[in-house]
T-cell receptor, first 112, second 112 residues
Framework: DAGITQSPRYKITETGRQVTLMCHQTWSHSYMFWYRQDLGHGLRLIYYSAAADITDKGEVPDGYVVSRSKTENFPLTLESATRSQTSVYFC???????????FGPGTRLLVL | DAKTTQPPSMDCAEGRAANLPCNHSTISGNEYVYWYRQIHSQGPQYIIH???NNETNEMASLIITEDRKSSTLILPHATLRDTAVYYC?????????????FGTGTRLQVTL
C-alpha cells in the first residue's frame, strides 16, 4: 500500500523554468493539500483541494498553479520558478475536511 | 486560530518515558489537539489527536487537562528512532479547509 507518493524526490532547476511536482495517493481521500517547509517558517499551506476539479488557495499561493482532474492526483506547478521557491514541498491527504492529514515523503526543490 | 507553545528542545534517555508538554490556552471548544512528528528529512507523521478525553494508541498517549488549556504527549518507552521534532497543533474550526498550522515544535533527542 503506497499511500502517498511524491515525485520527483529531488529537483534542481533554473530561474524562469516551469516545474511540476507530482502527488499521487492510493487511498481515495477527497482532500489533498500542498505545503512548503522553509527554515524559520514551518509548514505553510500553498493550495488545497476538496475533490476533483475543486481547488482553493492557501496562505502562500502566489507563483503556483494546481489542478485536480482525478481524485488520486494533485500536481503543483511552478510556472516560472524563482529562487524564493527553493524549499521542501509536502503533499498531504485527508479523508474529509476535519479528518487527519497524512503526509507524503516530500520533494526537495532547488532553484538556481 | 488557537496558538500553541512548546519548549524548543528536550532530552530523554532511551527506554524512559518522554513527556512533551504543549500550552494552548486560547483553544476553542470545537478545536482538537493534534500531534505530529517529523523525523529528519521525512514528511510529518501523524501521532495522535484528541478533543477533551485522554487518548492512547500504539504510538503514544495524549493527556489533555480538564480546562483544555494544555496537553502532554507521552511516548511510554522512547527509542532512538523517536528522535524528531514534535508538533502540537490545534485544528482550525469549521468552515475552513482545516489546514494544519505547524509551529516550531519541540526537538526531542533520545540518547543512550
Amino acid at each position: 500500500d503506497a499511500g502517498i507518493t511524491q515525485s520527483p524526490r529531488y529537483k534542481i532547476t533554473e530561474t524562469g523554468r516551469q516545474v511540476t511536482l507530482m502527488c499521487h495517493q492510493t487511498w481515495s481521500h477527497s482532500y489533498m493539500f500542498w505545503y512548503r517547509q522553509d527554515l524559520g517558517h514551518g509548514l505553510r499551506l500553498i493550495y488545497y483541494s476538496a475533490a476533483a476539479d475543486i481547488t482553493d488557495k492557501g496562505e502562500v499561493p502566489d507563483g503556483y498553479v494546481v489542478s485536480r482532474s482525478k481524485t488520486e492526483n494533485f500536481p503543483l506547478t511552478l510556472e516560472s520558478a524563482t529562487r524564493s521557491q527553493t524549499s521542501v514541498y509536502f503533499c498531504a491527504t485527508a479523508a474529509g475536511r476535519r479528518e487527519t492529514q497524512y503526509f507524503g515523503p516530500g520533494t526537495r526543490l532547488l532553484v538556481l | 486560530d488557537a496558538k500553541t507553545t512548546q519548549p524548543p528542545s528536550m532530552d530523554c534517555a532511551e527506554g524512559r518515558a518522554a513527556n512533551l508538554p504543549c500550552n494552548h490556552s486560547t483553544i476553542s471548544g470545537n478545536e482538537y489537539v493534534y500531534w505530529y512528528r517529523q523525523i529528519h528529512s521525512q514528511g510529518p507523521q501523524y501521532i495522535i489527536h484528541g478533543l477533551k478525553n485522554n487518548e492512547t494508541n500504539e504510538m503514544a498517549s495524549l493527556i489533555i487537562t480538564e480546562d483544555r488549556k494544555s496537553s502532554t504527549l507521552i511516548l511510554p518507552h522512547a527509542t532512538l528512532r523517536d528522535t524528531a521534532v514534535y508538533y502540537c497543533i490545534v485544528r482550525v474550526g469549521p468552515g475552513t479547509a482545516s489546514k494544519l498550522t505547524f509551529g516550531t515544535g519541540t526537538r526531542l533527542q533520545v540518547t543512550l
